[in-house]
């Protein structure tokens, strides 16, 4: 009932910028907090970031001050933007969303979109 339906990825040059979307259907958005994942071929997925019911954000410490996370409720959609882009950083991106503080801190997260491929050029 619940689906999450990443957009946005595609191909940019090292440096450059994207804004993925996350798009929440079947519940509202403010009933999740919503968090950002990634994972490159042959490698581990890896946490990027989240934000909380009140928009409060955490991110990991490879993205900070490049990445930012916001949510727009009314549009039942949260946004991952995107700067200065490394090429180390091409992988699908994942959206994921959780429906409690207890969840959210025990990683347990419940819904997952299908992905977005990220694509940084040198």
């Known amino acids: 009932q619940v689906q999450l339906v990443e957009s946005g990825g595609g191909l940019v040059q090292a440096g450059g910028s994207l804004r993925l979307s996350c798009a929440v259907s079947g519940r509202t958005l403010s009933s999740y907090a919503m968090g950002w994942f990634r994972q490159a071929p042959g490698k581990e997925r890896e946490f990027v970031g989240h934000?909380?019911?009140?928009?409060?954000?955490t991110y990991a410490e490879s993205v900070k001050g490049r990445f930012t996370i916001a949510r727009d409720n009314a549009k039942n959609t949260v946004y991952l933007q995107m700067n200065s882009l490394k090429p180390e950083e091409t992988a699908v991106y994942y959206c994921?969303?959780?429906?409690?503080?207890?969840?959210?801190?025990?990683?347990?997260?419940?819904?997952w979109g299908q992905g977005t491929q990220v694509t940084v050029s040198s």
């Open positions: 934000i909380t019911w009140s928009s409060v954000t």
């Open positions: 994921a969303a959780v429906d409690s503080l207890s969840k959210l801190l025990r990683n347990e997260y419940l819904y």
